[in-house]
């Protein structure tokens, strides 16, 4: 089977030891993907990936099937988007780590690219308050056809996205896992609310992939980045939604943050 350079970019974000950032490298140095993913020990340790990485890359290679993983992934409706093609989010670009590839379910990869993505994150342990407000803003803001772009999380994100939906609105679950795994799974209803409803589930993260302590705070940088904007409804100092916002300013977007009632800690 022949393979497309954008097939040797599944290949490094399936292996995953190889980030964005020394993924740019590596394409600067070889000059392609194909190349990098053809290298010898020689040339991979020449551009310091070290003993260790470098071994791991060359066992993962030697082993990896991409005609095997590119079947599963059309037997799954699974697409794919890299950095070349049309639908990958262009914001993304903007960002100093964009992702390899992200991975897609939905109908409509256009929406990665509509003018009016807003983020909307917030507590996994929202109060009343915090929800009523999620659904007026959201609720709004789809009014005006804005995408609703959110982490699939208990909670704020949660309300979100099923708001958007009721609103006949189109809505974005970044996810922090792999791209078929729906997590929490009480959201399993959600998840296929979103795939068949006109909107997309998205994740850097291969099929199969369980989610791990680093990959949620490292999504949220998708979250903020393909989103004009973040607005905050309810978060402690250390949650999720506040990484986002972080990432957010970071990557120059708006933020905005809900006042909350004086005497709630989040």
Not at 12 to 34: C, D, H, N, Q, T
């Amino acid at each position: 089977m022949n393979f497309s350079e954008r097939d040797y970019y599944l290949g490094f974000a399936v292996f995953g030891g190889i980030g964005p950032m020394r993924f740019k490298l590596l394409l600067e140095y070889f000059g392609s993907a194909k190349d990098a993913w053809m290298a010898s020990e020689k040339d991979l340790l020449t551009i310091n990936l070290g003993n260790k990485l470098t071994s791991e890359f060359i066992y993962f290679r030697g082993n990896f099937s991409l005609t095997s993983f590119l079947k599963n992934l059309e037997k799954k409706k699974i697409n794919f988007l890299t950095e070349g093609d049309r639908d990958y989010p262009q914001k993304l670009l903007q960002i100093n780590d964009p992702p390899i590839v992200l991975f897609v379910l939905g109908n409509n990869p256009q929406l990665l690219n509509k003018k009016r993505l807003v983020a909307v994150v917030g507590t996994r342990l929202n109060t009343v308050y915090g929800k009523n407000t999620c659904r007026t803003i959201v609720s709004g803001l789809t009014v005006f056809g804005a995408v609703i772009v959110s982490g699939m999380a208990k909670g704020i994100d949660t309300i979100a996205h099923r708001t958007a939906i009721e609103a006949n609105g189109a809505t974005i679950a970044v996810l922090g896992a792999g791209i078929d795994i729906i997590y929490p799974f009480s959201n399993y209803e959600l998840y296929w609310q979103i795939v068949n409803k006109s909107g997309l589930v998205i994740s850097e993260y291969p099929p199969g992939f369980t989610p791990t302590r680093t990959s949620f705070p490292l999504r949220n940088r998708i979250i903020s980045g393909i989103s004009e904007g973040t607005v905050v409804i309810e978060g402690k100092k250390t949650s999720g939604a506040m990484i986002t916002a972080r990432y957010a300013l970071d990557q120059g977007r708006e933020v905005f943050a809900v006042p909350g009632p004086i005497n709630s800690p989040t």
